[in-house]
């Protein structure tokens, strides 16, 4: 029997690499985004890297463009997997059946596979591209639409989506599992049509899931580097490639802002998921707390 003692030795070793590496980097970045950086004689602390930050319109620009992104980008996941979850919801009864094994691949893999992947398909010299050129739709390779590294940033959203819908509809799978059918068929007795049990049942008990995963997708796409770097336009660049480009400068003087950066990035992640949360609280099933 795993008694809580057992437990808590098992965690022992995650919490030591938790606070000796990452709190402790998390420690060092704040310090050096107050200027404190002993190896270039800066020793003294100041706001100024942060005031810098939030007085600079290109900063404040992109970080709207950014949120901007993330939010629709996320929200769209979370609509498509809601409408794929429901369609679903019965042909995915078996959790061990192979529809149900391919739709969890997606939140298995890696983003750079589905980044490889579309170069592969969908760039100007991609498979696709080559196929309607083949076949007499297209004069060349170059009138093929550019999908990626423009300026809409469809390949970083393909990417999002690609990945950030399966995790949704596993999610909520989980959630309509347990729902109890009970409400549904009152409501079926009482007269009431798909779209008004959908509106005042359904989506009342999947909303606290929802918006979870809302979260968890909005601060991904937020603070992810590594897609829109590859994917996305650099002249539209989103926050995090913004800041790495601070970062790969060679400057070390300018360190602490690069710091900083991170920390209000982080900070308004933090902050925006703990108004999500109040928000879906005060929603009609948030103080349900989702289904146990």
């Avoid at 369609?87 to 078996?94: G, M, S, V």
């Avoid at 790969?248 to 308004?268: A, C, R």
Wanted: net charge positive; charged share 10%.
């Amino acid at each position: 029997m795993v008694t809580r003692k057992k437990i808590i030795l098992l965690l022992i070793p995650f919490y030591l690499f938790f606070f000796l590496f990452f709190c402790s980097a998390l420690l060092k970045s704040l310090v050096t985004s107050f200027g404190y950086y002993p190896i270039l004689n800066m020793k003294r602390f100041t706001l100024h890297y942060y005031l810098s930050a939030v007085s600079d319109s290109s900063f404040m620009m992109i970080s709207l463009r950014t949120f901007l992104f993330s939010v629709f980008s996320a929200f769209l996941a979370c609509a498509i997997g809601l409408m794929l979850a429901l369609i679903f919801k019965n042909k995915l009864a078996d959790q061990n059946g192979m529809l149900t094994k391919m739709i969890q691949i997606p939140v298995m893999l890696p983003h750079i596979f589905v980044i490889l992947a579309l170069f592969q398909l969908i760039s100007q010299t991609g498979v696709l591209s080559g196929m309607l050129t083949n076949l007499g739709w297209l004069k060349s390779s170059n009138d093929f639409p550019l999908l990626l590294n423009d300026p809409w940033q469809i390949g970083v959203l393909i990417t999002y989506l690609w990945k950030e819908i399966p995790f949704v509809i596993v999610s909520l799978l989980l959630i309509l599992r347990q729902m109890n059918s009970d409400f549904q068929d009152v409501a079926k007795n009482l007269g009431a049509n798909k779209w008004q049990i959908f509106w005042q049942i359904t989506l009342p008990l999947l909303q606290p899931a929802l918006i979870n995963v809302f979260i968890i997708n909005f601060s991904f796409n937020f603070g992810s580097y590594e897609v829109p770097f590859l994917l996305g336009n650099q002249q539209k660049e989103l926050l995090p490639v913004y800041i790495y480009d601070f970062y790969v400068q060679g400057d070390f003087t300018k360190l602490p802002l690069v710091m900083s950066l991170n920390i209000l990035l982080s900070l308004f992640s933090i902050l925006f998921a703990a108004l999500m949360l109040k928000i879906s609280r005060s929603m009609p099933g948030g103080h349900l707390g989702g289904l146990k």
